[in-house]
């Protein structure tokens, strides 16, 4: 039974490494194909190149039409800061009152909010976009960042569902020392909520970084763009993209996603955890 068992295990995990090993491929090929010179890209099927250079990410680096790629870095680390601030504070704050606070029709306009998950955004894109472009915020990052700070059901829900998991016990004695709803939220719930908000911070910025489309439909000046709209310069329709560069800047794209990630992977996975188990 024992031998059985081992080989099961021996198996479970050969067959995980090796389908975590074809989830990395294409990474590890990225990675590989920024450091090949142009001409071994698409001929050198080696995940090791033979010959290595580092051209491409100095080519990549200088950007286009005289604006470096770091500007569109610090475009994109200014919309994902802002973005993670609005999305973390009006959340929370919406989240407390569903949780602790009873207001009039309270049931109501918590399944309403949780309803406009179901709704895709591209349905509001055209009344949002004309509604952006009478306030002449096109072209600007306002788009982009104003309206994280009116709340997103989704992070709404699940922090919601972590606040439903902390003892009113708590609030009642916060209460009898003189507390009122304010000082309750900001030194009782929100410290206790630390796992849930940091998981809210990181999908928010992954969401916010990895965005292609909004960005492209709101910003049209060059000097205002993010990283995704940055790397698309360097594909040019007529077939004369610069794929070296593309590949080496992809690269560093990834970089602040995985610092983010791994920085907050303990507080991520218990945020989830516990939003899903306690309700």
Known sequence: ????????????????LGFGLLM????LWLISSSLKPTTMIFTDKSLWPSVI??????????????????RFFLNSIFICVVAIIGVVVSSAMAAFAFARIDFPLKKLWFAVML???MLPGHVTLIPQYIIFHQVNW?????????????AEAFYVFLIVQ?????????????????????????????????PALITTAIFTFMGTWDDFFGQLIY????????????????????????????????VLSIVPSLIVFFAGQRYFTQGIATSGLKG
């Open 138 to 150: 096109v072209d600007t990052f306002l788009p982009l960042t104003v309206p994280k700070f009116f």
């Open 53 to 70: 250079t580092f051209e491409h990410y100095s080519d990549g680096w200088s950007g286009l039409r005289n604006i470096q790629f770091g």
């Open 1 to 16: 039974m024992t031998i059985r068992n081992n080989t099961k295990s021996l198996l479970l995990h050969a067959f995980i």
């Open 115 to 117: 309803g406009t998950i």
């Open 162 to 194: 972590f606040i439903r998991g902390i003892p009113r016990e708590l609030d009642e004695s916060a209460k009898i020392d003189g507390c009122g709803w304010f000082t309750l939220f900001m030194r009782i719930i929100l410290p206790l909520c630390a």
């Open 219 to 250: 910003l049209s000046d060059i000097k205002k763009f993010t990283v995704p709209l940055g790397l698309r310069l360097f594909l040019d329709s007529s077939g004369n993209s610069n794929w070296g560069a593309v590949f080496a800047m992809s």
């Open 24 to 27: 990395l491929y294409p990474v």
